[in-house]
């Protein structure tokens, strides 16, 4: 058996099942060379993991074009009420990539954990071959909208688990986040903020009177729509009151 075992080493790659074989002998023989056999096994592993990764990009290249764009059914609105940009909702997602994913052998699962304040999500996509590929997201718990400390946990690990999975897949959904400016309400300009500052600051009105006034946390929060409303108010300041 130590001369079979020799003589493959130096030669070109065996078959899988052929080296297997070998293997399986080698390791019923005790007069096997033990060094030469952790060898064989070390090749015997790189083969499977190469075989495992060329039909993991095989089936990916296939699947990819088959999954199907998610509805944006979730909103982020402003304290006045106002869309600022819309997202597909984890469930929603879920539920149109699990068939493909299944119809490819491809699984996606997440480990979550929690520590400091902050979520940390890992995705695991993996092929019935055994290759996996796996991407990671930290984000502090989301307690935007006054939610409880479970409710700020849930919604933080539904946000990584939905950005993690774009990531591996690369997911798309009927308008892409875009912090509102093309799915919700379009905000004023760099310039147009720039330009109620000024004018603030001349009519001597604390900026945060103006967000107060329209239920928003900072000027770059206001529609558009709204530019000439608030910029109206601040220049009717600016006029002499008649005496």
């Known amino acids: 058996m130590t001369d079979e075992l020799a003589a493959i080493e130096p030669g070109p790659i065996v078959p899988g099942d052929a080296l297997l074989e070998i293997i399986s002998r080698a390791a019923r023989d005790p007069q096997s060379d033990v060094g030469k056999l952790e060898r064989l096994m070390g090749m015997y592993e790189r083969m499977l993991a190469q075989s495992a990764l060329s039909a993991f990009n095989a089936d990916l290249a296939l699947m990819l074009p088959e999954l199907p764009e998610v509805k944006e059914a979730g909103s982020i609105k402003d304290r006045a009420g106002?869309?600022?940009?819309?997202?597909?909702?984890?469930?929603?997602t879920q539920k149109e990539i699990k068939p493909v994913l299944a119809r490819y052998g491809f699984g996606l699962t997440f480990d979550t954990s929690s520590s400091?304040?902050?979520?940390?999500v890992v995705a695991k996509l993996s092929h019935r071959q055994g290759h996996v590929e796996t991407t990671e997201l930290e984000m502090p718990l989301d307690t935007s909208g006054s939610k409880n400390l479970v409710q700020a946990y849930g919604s933080a690990i539904s946000y990584g688990k939905r950005y993690t999975a774009g990531a591996l897949l690369n997911l798309t959904s009927r308008g892409e986040d875009d912090d509102g400016q093309a799915a919700g309400t379009k905000l004023v300009s760099d310039a147009q903020i720039e330009l109620l500052e000024a004018l603030a600051a001349k009519a001597k009105v604390e900026l945060q009177?103006?967000?107060?006034?329209?239920?928003?946390?900072?000027?770059?929060?206001?529609?558009?729509?709204?530019?000439?409303?608030?910029?109206?108010?601040?220049?009717?300041k600016l006029k002499p009151v008649p005496t």
């Open 82 to 92: 106002e869309v600022q940009s819309r997202y597909a909702l984890w469930e929603d």
């Open 116 to 120: 400091e304040g902050k979520v940390r």
């Open 209 to 236: 009177q103006v967000c107060d006034w329209q239920k928003i946390r900072d000027l770059g929060e206001l529609p558009a729509r709204k530019f000439g409303v608030v910029e109206k108010a601040l220049k009717a």
